[in-house]
């Protein structure tokens, strides 16, 4: 059986989202370039796979090595429908004990409240249209609701009118639309935003910001604006860790605004240290006592 026929069935039983089959097919995909031919069930041994892993990490994508995230990802993803299969008896053999490849903290990176604001002013001077909607509107409320929210880019795009109330400035994400689909989140709206928004209120079960491009290409577009904006581009995931990490600096519960179980994760992937540290080491530090003299004098002997 091929491994793409066996993730048809594993969706539907698993009911995973739409991003995430896209998601394990990329890793199948993957897997089939290693092998050189579409993967199959009996392409699932332990030296096969962790080969294709080995590959895997030592490939380029753009001039830079593919990162360990995305390996991690891999791995993850061929053992779950692997083990989905076995259980099925879709295939056979035992299961590997491929080693766990190791997971870099990266220290979380995100705009700044300057970068932001001028994301959005430089996001009113788009020309054409986006969705059919005025590219300026567009870009300018998703950027801003963004913002207010720290919502992901994907639960926005798929927000729906009859969830935004303008009068009383809130907007809710349904559960099954945000990752986990386990439960609603609301939001308060600033009154300018909702002002904004109102220009282009429409039916009830009309998307809020209609994306009539490929799903990608959103990202390239966001890049084409930080140029422009003279802003350093970051995903739009950054602007999620942005809004979590001033409303910690603020005193607000950053976990909450962003609809996580586990304070862990917010504080380990989310806050950025730029915006949320105040203060550092050197403040707490005793100065070093290096005499009157500060000119420095080489060793002459050393020279």
């Known amino acids: 059986m091929k491994l793409t026929e066996a993730l048809s069935r594993y969706v539907v039983i698993q009911d995973l989202s739409a991003r995430s089959e896209v998601l394990y097919r990329h890793s199948i995909t993957k897997f089939g370039e290693f092998l050189g031919h579409e993967p199959t069930a009996d392409d699932l041994t332990s030296m096969r796979v962790a080969e294709f892993l ?17 390996v991690s990802k891999d791995r993850s993803q061929i053992l779950a429908l692997w083990r989905w299969m076995r259980e099925e008896d879709l295939t056979v053999g035992k299961m590997p004990r491929l080693k766990r490849r190791p997971k870099i903290a990266r220290t979380p990176r995100a705009y700044t409240a300057t970068d932001i604001g001028r994301l959005i ?7 054409g249209r986006t969705g059919g909607l005025p590219s300026a ?10 913002w207010c929210c720290g919502a992901r880019i994907g639960e926005l795009m798929q927000l729906r009118w009859r969830n935004v109330d303008l009068v009383a400035g809130r907007v809710l994400f349904a559960a099954d639309t945000r990752k986990g689909r386990r439960a609603d989140i609301s939001h308060a709206l600033p009154a300018d935003l909702c002002r ?11 998307l809020v910001w209609p994306w009539d491009r490929r799903p990608t290409s959103i990202y390239p577009s966001l890049r084409v604006l930080c140029r422009t904006a003279g802003v350093a581009y970051l995903p739009f995931h950054a602007i999620r860790k942005s809004s979590a990490s001033y409303v910690h600096a603020g005193g607000g519960d ?7 179980h586990s304070t862990e994760m917010t504080r380990t992937h989310y806050l950025a240290p730029a915006i949320t540290q105040t203060r550092s080491a050197l403040d707490f530090l005793p100065p070093l006592d290096l005499g009157e003299d ?4 080489p060793d002459e002997e050393a020279a």
């Open 137 to 146: 509107w567009w870009w300018s409320s998703i950027l801003y609701a963004q």
């Open 196 to 206: 904004q928004l109102e220009e282009h209120r429409r039916g009830p079960d009309d």
């Open 54 to 70: 080995r590959w895997r990490a030592t490939n380029m994508r753009a001039g830079k090595p593919i990162s360990p995230d995305s």
């Open 121 to 127: 002013v430089r996001a009113r001077r788009r020309h």
């Open 254 to 260: 950053a976990t909450a605004h962003l609809g996580h």
């Open 294 to 297: 500060a000119e420095f004098v």
